[in-house]
Nanobody, 123 residues
C-alpha cells in the first residue's frame, strides 16, 4: 500500500482544513487507517483512526469534537476534516495503514505511512 497525503497549509486559528490520503493497492478496503501528527521537537502522536468499515472511529482527546475522520473505499481515500483549528494543532500530519481491519492508537502497529503534509495554524 502506498499513501499520498495532501491538503495541508497555513490557516488562521478557528479555521478549517481537510486532509486527504489517497492509497494505492487493492487492499485499501481491508485496511484500518489512521492519522498521526508530529510537531517540532515532539514525538509523533495519534490523532484519529478508522476501521475498515468506517464505524466508531477513534480520536485523541485533544481533537475530539473538532476533527472528523472518514473514508471512501470506492476512492481509496481517507479524510481528516479539521475544524476550530488551534495553534497547537500545528504539525506534520501523516496518514498510515494497518494490515488489519481494526484500528489502533499505536503508531508502531501501522505498517504503511505516507510522506506527511504540513499544517500550520497561526494565532
Amino acid at each position: 500500500v502506498q499513501l499520498q497525503a495532501s491538503g495541508g497549509g497555513l490557516v488562521q486559528a478557528g479555521g478549517s482544513l481537510r486532509l486527504s490520503c489517497a492509497a494505492s493497492g487493492r487492499t485499501f478496503s481491508s485496511n484500518a487507517m489512521g492519522w498521526f501528527r508530529q510537531a517540532p521537537g515532539k514525538e509523533r502522536e495519534f490523532v484519529a483512526a478508522i476501521s475498515r468499515t468506517g464505524g466508531s472511529p477513534g480520536y485523541a482527546d485533544s481533537v475530539r469534537g473538532r476533527f472528523v475522520i472518514s473514508r471512501d473505499n470506492a476512492k481509496n481515500t481517507v479524510y481528516l476534516q479539521m475544524n476550530s483549528l488551534k495553534p497547537e494543532d500545528t504539525a506534520i500530519y501523516y496518514c498510515a495503514a494497518r494490515r488489519y481491519d481494526q484500528f489502533s492508537r499505536r503508531a508502531n502497529e501501522y505498517a504503511y505511512w505516507g510522506q506527511g503534509t504540513l499544517v500550520t495554524v497561526s494565532s
